[in-house]
């Protein structure tokens, strides 16, 4: 299989394209290079892999590109932690429509003139963001409130893409939405200096490797966005990968919604303990609760039987583990001046 990859450059992408070439696949990944910058990765120069610079936005790159592919991964978006959502929070919103319609012109043109049977759209656990169900089934998003955030909202909106370009074309989909990716490749964003958050300025966009930064850089007592009860499930990346490239190659999975998330459910707070353990062993544990942003959802809980049964997926890797790797790859980033 051939598989068009958009946002070849994130660190989801570094995980799915690395599964996808051990699982036999061939590859090509589209970045414009952005958000961190050119990025080296071990695959590089793998055989069955092709980088192409370039941006989903161009409809004639796109198109040309999804021709000569069996599947498309619609992954390329403007995306970051939840202080990207306030700081940027009309430029998500447009700047991802603009991605996702090239994104489904050329799918379709791929469907109709070319040998594309399937567009994998990467959504998000934030279309659950106003979800009172929990854990939250495949299909809440259609009966909760909608999402309040811009970035919630429109990842909600690319899953109407994808049933509107199946209902209109016979374009096949396969939606699916990590929780809480956990694992290696966030650096600083170039556009990081444009986020003014006053005392609550992160390191890095998403909350582990922030929370790592901020104690190898020696913050003490370590400061934690609102009171820390928040729930989420940390899933690492390589599980996440593997779940989705189940759902590729699954005939089950076409036409339908899945959660890819680990069934473990973590606070803010402990996580922050677990990595505070790790990093000072021995020295008291102190926070300090900096207030929230306005769309920090308290829950985050995936039911995650539906990818159990169709896919026989389940999230494998311990927590323990995704963090050991984290902190080992940001001590070597931080001595090598890249964060």
Not at 149 to 163: H, I, P, R, V, W
Not at 187 to 200: C, K, P, Q, V
Not at 256 to 279: F, M, Q
Request: charged share 25%.
């Amino acid at each position: 299989m051939r598989v068009l990859l958009t946002g070849a450059g994130g660190f989801i992408a570094g995980y799915l394209v690395q599964e996808l070439l051990e699982a036999g696949h061939e590859v090509i990944g589209l970045d414009n290079l952005t958000k961190y910058g050119p990025v080296r990765r071990t695959y590089d120069d793998h055989p069955r892999y092709r980088f192409v610079v370039g941006d989903a936005k161009d409809p004639g790159l796109m198109t040309t590109l999804a021709l000569e592919c069996d599947q498309l991964v619609a992954g390329a978006a403007m995306i970051g932690g939840i202080a990207y959502f306030h700081a940027f929070a009309y430029d998500l919103l447009a700047e991802n429509e603009r991605i996702t319609a090239a994104t489904f012109d050329a799918a379709i043109s791929g469907f109709r003139d070319g040998r594309l049977r399937r567009i994998v759209v990467v959504s998000s656990s934030m279309v659950y963001e106003s979800a009172t169900v929990f854990p939250t089934p495949e299909g809440a998003q259609l009966s909760s409130p909608p999402p309040r955030s811009t970035y919630g909202f429109q990842k909600l909106a690319t899953e109407y893409f994808a049933d509107g370009a199946m209902r209109q074309y016979g374009l096949p989909y396969t939606i699916v939405r990590p929780f809480n990716c956990v694992g290696i490749g966030e650096r600083r964003a170039l556009r990081a200096a444009d986020m003014e958050a006053g005392n609550r300025e992160q390191a890095l966009s998403h909350v582990v490797p922030d929370l790592v930064l901020k104690i190898l850089r020696g913050q003490d007592p370590l400061h934690v966005l609102g009171s820390g009860a928040q729930v989420r499930h940390y899933t690492y990346g390589g599980d996440v990968a593997r779940g989705i490239r189940l759902a590729m190659e699954s005939a089950a999975a076409e036409n339908t919604d899945l959660n890819i998330s680990t069934a473990r459910g973590t606070t803010v707070l402990e996580l922050a303990e677990r990595i505070w353990t790790k990093l000072r062993p021995g020295t008291p544990f102190r926070v300090i609760h900096d207030a929230p942003y306005e769309h920090d959802v308290q829950l985050r809980v995936p039911d995650v039987s539906k990818a159990k049964r169709l896919l026989g997926f389940e999230a494998a890797t311990d927590l323990d583990a995704a963090l050991d790797e984290v902190i080992a790859w940001l001590r070597r980033e931080v001595a090598a001046g890249q964060v």
